[in-house]
């Protein structure tokens, strides 16, 4: 018999055995009164429910047998006219008949519990875990049938609560303490919420008026619930949010006092606490700052615009020109995109960040819906109708308490709550408009200053990304506060897609995947010269900078990457192997066989520092969701270096490491940028003098690699520059005054993202289309040469030094022995991404010295193919790539093909040309250089190949 398709499924709530005695409207501690008498109760309620089977079947088996029969599960929902008594069954389940049934017309308690069977819920009624609810007046077994059963149970119930003398109630379920008559014409139902902390709200409340579903929410995060009823709970949200709000207000009004503000230039403000706002002082000094103002900073925290100030303080006014304010700015207008996906979807919203390439996303479970291209305009319109609105973005700060209740409707948003907020400790959450999410922030002044917002893409994602969790759809935007600079993104935009690697590599014919091996790049031969190519031009440069190779094993035994600690951090990126009943695995990096290689030997301060270099192949164990294109691979080589120092050497190294860099990247044509990530105070390992010492090198080389001043003069004080906003925008303003020269770059400080085990020097490469690639990266490491007990023979300098210092002149019992420091190095970082990154770069259109296709010979004629073929094999013999076009396509179309195929050099040959032994050279470009002899020929091309020209 095929499920009532009125019937709406509702799902189990997990929890232990813990038990106690309760009063109605409590909520259960999960605390064991007695181990004997939860022993005798689980007995006891497993024998009655055996019982209870049997006869349900017999009772309930008839007319709608097969129905009834379809509703059994891990669920029982148990309804009389008394309190709940009895701990309930498993594996059963009796339906909500006709509400105006005598017997169960009353509700007085509802319990709600998993059994022993916890099957996967799913959203199709009379499926999985669960029961039947019913709208009331409907039925789906006949009266007499629902009255027998409801009788049936009532009975065996009562008998076992009076026999063992307690309410059991298991941990984390509430109990209704509500009678109230439900009649036909009243449409009213029991909504259950997992959402609330014990003590703040009962699990079941009665709710007038809702839609025909029973809503329920469940703590793994399944759902069954209708789009109606969420927009029905967001305005609940909203009349907690206006209660909390203006209590906040009064508190603030009554915490007011005279403050001083500090401006950049020194000025100083008088405001007042609590009342006035970076925005009041922005107005104060001119109207179209003001206009202008994303964000603010004050005491150097990003700070809203609207948000009060709490004490005397510094304060600075960021606008769209600061980086931190265009971060501000899409992360609010992710905002502005979850308020349309709620408004125009109905979902449940879960998270919005903002992303590195200046867009955003907003993910939610949209329950039975999927997102399409169809939806984009309505979620713009309904942007532009909040943007239009102008609303102001406002900051609530609030108990976790207050929040789980105001998001209780939301499990994902409950989830994230109470894991994310300490018990005792409050959150924020902000509104624009109906908007109310949980958020740290901080965001715009108003949504008004949204000009622009395009829905960009959408995509299916996992709940924290795990496939076991619950499918989302993510939705991708991006915003501008001049529709100008959205038209130009999109320009951009478009053109990035021309250019993707992707397409590229297959009209070049370079590059090809297949299923049988997912994320491993299978390189043609015209691939394969690139990559060997990049490869070589790094190696050149290892013999001339002091660089030793390495080749490495590609399989280690576990017991490598446990000493390394990859084990416990980053078992599940290895691909495992089992060989001979010991675990082994494929190296994901190659660092742990390079500390093997140097204390495999005595070494000495005299032997340092040693750099090893190795482009071994790496394999790490991506979801196979996560693969695109050369981007995100399985299979990869890395230019990886590790350079063993002592700590006097640690800035003259990174000097060297970043004269290398720029060497490269400028060879490249990117532009690049320097990012000091230092410790963060809660995670790092080490001696924190060791971390001052290491970080100070690493930004005195940074700065002299820079050409910066390590100090300079601003308003009549010195400052020290230290890589913060505040210090480059003083000096930049210095250097616009004359007063010190251009430096080549400015490096930025990144405050504790750091990795644990040491400092890091941060590389961000810029492309032609502005985007921001992370490829480079020069890194200090402490932690494995301690985990390796590396060690080195100190100088008699270095150890009278370590005395002086009270640091002792070993290490691990050894007499005048030290721990080298490791830099882990790399310039390209994965061949492969730097392919695809430097593909798209250069638009398919590579420079004539790493180019697949360097030069095409181009008879004019037949009869002149045979000279072809010898300028061909001429300069073959002389390294380059080269092909003959003797074909039987048209002269001019030989050519124009050739150009289309991004030849850099085409030779065309003729009559005049075979009697000289000379060739007419012309470029891709069209450019004609004239004739050359063959040697002439060949001296020229290898000198562009060795210059490393962009010209050809």
């Known amino acids: 018999m095929a499920a009532d398709p009125r019937a709406r499924l509702l799902l189990p709530v997990f929890s232990d055995f813990g038990t106690s005695s309760v009063e109605l409207g409590q909520p259960t501690d999960g605390t064991f009164k007695s181990p004997a008498r939860l022993a005798m109760t689980w007995i006891a309620g497993t024998t009655v429910c055996m019982l209870s089977v049997v006869t349900a079947i017999h009772v309930l088996g008839s007319k709608n047998g097969d129905a009834s029969l379809s509703m059994w599960a891990s669920t029982t929902v148990y309804a009389t006219k008394s309190a709940v008594g009895f701990q309930p069954a498993i594996n059963s389940a009796i339906p909500l008949s006709s509400m105006r049934d005598p017997v169960t017309q009353t509700v007085d308690a509802v319990d709600v519990r998993a059994g022993a069977q916890q099957v996967q819920p799913r959203r199709t009624a009379l499926e ?14 006949s009266k007499t049938q629902a009255v027998l059963g409801a009788i049936f149970f009532f009975v065996t119930g009562a008998v076992t609560t009076w026999a063992l003398g307690i309410n059991h109630i298991p941990r984390g379920h509430w109990v209704c303490n509500r009678s109230e008559s439900l009649d036909d014409n009243k449409s009213q139902a029991i909504r259950i919420n997992l959402a609330g902390e014990q003590g703040s709200m009962p699990l079941f409340e009665e709710v007038d008026e809702v839609p025909p579903s029973i809503a329920l929410a ?80 004050v005491d150097g925290e990003l700070w809203d615009m609207g948000r009060p100030f709490e004490g005397s303080c510094s304060l600075e006014i ?46 939610a479970d949209c329950l039975e819906q999927t997102v399409g291209k169809q939806d984009y305009s309505p979620l713009e319109n309904a942007c532009k109708k909040l943007a239009s609105a102008n609303v102001p973005y406002e900051r609530l700060t609030l108990d976790k308490a207050d929040a789980l209740e105001m998001f209780a409707y939301n499990p994902y948003k409950a989830s994230i709550l109470k894991n994310k907020v300490p018990e005792g400790g409050q959150c924020t ?40 969790q619950q499918t989302l759809q993510r939705v991708y935007g991006v915003a501008f506060p001049k529709a100008k600079m959205l038209k130009e993104w999109k320009t951009t935009m478009e053109k990035a897609e021309q250019n993707d690697h992707r397409n590229i590599g297959k009209q070049q014919n370079l590059w090809m995947f297949h299923a049988a091996s997912p994320g491993a790049c299978f390189f043609h031969p015209r691939g394969a010269r690139i990559y060997n190519t990049l490869v070589d031009f790094i190696k050149k440069q290892y013999r001339v900078r002091g660089f030793s190779e390495v080749i490495t094993p590609n399989i ?49 301060y005299r032997e340092l520092p040693i750099r090893y270099a190795d482009f071994g192949v790496l394999h790490r164990n991506e979801l196979s969701g996560t693969l695109t294109g050369l981007t995100r691979v399985r299979r990869f080589q890395q230019d990886d270096a590790h350079l063993f120092v002592r700590t006097d050497q640690i800035s003259s190294e990174i000097e060297h490491c970043l004269d290398f860099l720029a060497y490269c990247y400028d060879i490249f044509g990117f532009t690049y940028y320097l990012n000091l990530s230092t410790r963060d105070p809660e ?3 080490g001696d924190v003098d060791v971390w001052n010492n290491a970080e100070a090198r690493l930004a005195d080389a940074m700065t002299a690699f820079c050409g910066l001043p390590k100090e300079f003069e601003h308003n009549g004080e010195t400052i020290a520059y230290d890589g913060t906003p505040a210090v480059i925008k003083a000096l930049k303003k210095c250097v616009a005054d004359g007063k010190y020269p251009e430096p080549k770059q400015y490096w930025f400080l990144n405050p504790g993202d750091a990795a644990f085990y040491g400092p890091k020097i941060d590389i961000q ?17 402490f932690q494995l040469p301690e985990r390796f007990k590396l060690t080195y023979q100190m100088s008699p300098e270095e150890k009278a030094t370590r005395e002086a210092e009270g640091k002792g002149g070993g290490v691990d019992g050894v007499e005048d022995h030290a721990r080298p420091v490791v830099i882990h190095r790399a310039i390209l970082g994965s061949v492969e991404r730097m392919i695809a990154v430097l593909t798209e770069h250069w638009e398919g259109k590579w420079p004539f010295w790493v ?52 030849y850099n050099i085409i030779l065309v040959c003729g009559n005049k040309e075979r009697d000289s032994r000379t060739a007419n050279v012309r470029t891709r470009k069209g450019e004609v250089v004239g004739e050359m002899s063959l040697d002439e020929l060949t001296k020229w091309l290898t000198g562009i190949r060795q210059s490393y020209s962009k010209e050809y």
Request: with cysteine.
């Open 429 to 468: 959450v902000y509104r624009c408009g109906d908007f109310v999410d949980p958020c740290r922030g901080p965001h715009l002044p108003s949504t008004g200053a949204v000009k622009a917002l395009a829905v960009t893409k959408n995509s299916s994602s996992y709940w924290q990304g795990k496939a076991d």
């Open 218 to 297: 469940t703590a793994t995060g399944e759902i069954t619930m209708t789009p109606e009823q969420i927009k029905q709970d967001a305005q609940q949200r909203l009349r907690k949010f206006e209660e909390l709000w203006q209590k906040q207000k009064a508190t603030y009004a009554s915490q007011a006092e005279p403050i001083e503000v500090t401006l950049p230039d020194g000025g100083v403000i008088n405001s007042q606490s609590w009342v006035e706002t970076p925005m009041t002082i922005a107005a104060g000094i001119s109207k179209g700052l003001a206009k202008k103002a994303i964000v603010a900073k």
């Open 556 to 604: 280690f035994n576990s017991s490598l990457w446990k000493q390394s600690g990859h084990w416990e951090n980053y078992q599940e990126n290895m691909f495992t192997i089992n060989i001979e009943d010991e675990q082994h695995s494929l190296k994901p990096m190659n660092c742990p066989s390079h500390m093997l290689m140097f204390g495999s030997q005595r070494r000495s």
């Open 683 to 685: 995670k790092f390992i």
């Open 128 to 141: 999985g875990p669960g029961l039947v609810a019913l709208e009331a007046g409907e039925t789906l077994i």
């Open 318 to 363: 960021l606008t769209y020109d600061d980086s931190e304010a265009v971060e501000v700015f899409q992360h609010s207008s992710a905002h502005v995109l979850g308020f349309a996906m709620e408004d125009h979807l109905g979902c449940l919203l879960t998270t919005g960040p903002p992303l590195e390439d200046g867009t955003f996303f907003y993910e």
């Open 851 to 902: 180019s697949p296709r360097q030069v095409m010979v181009v008879p004019v004629a037949h009869e002149f193919d045979e000279y072809a073929t010898e300028i061909r094999d001429t300069l073959h013999a002389a390294d380059f790539f080269v092909d003959a076009d003797v074909g039987n396509d048209q002269f001019k179309k030989k050519i124009r093909n050739a150009q289309l195929e991004q």
């Open 765 to 781: 490469l810029e492309d032609t289309l502005k985007r921001k690639h992370q490829c480079g990266t020069i890194q200090l490491d």
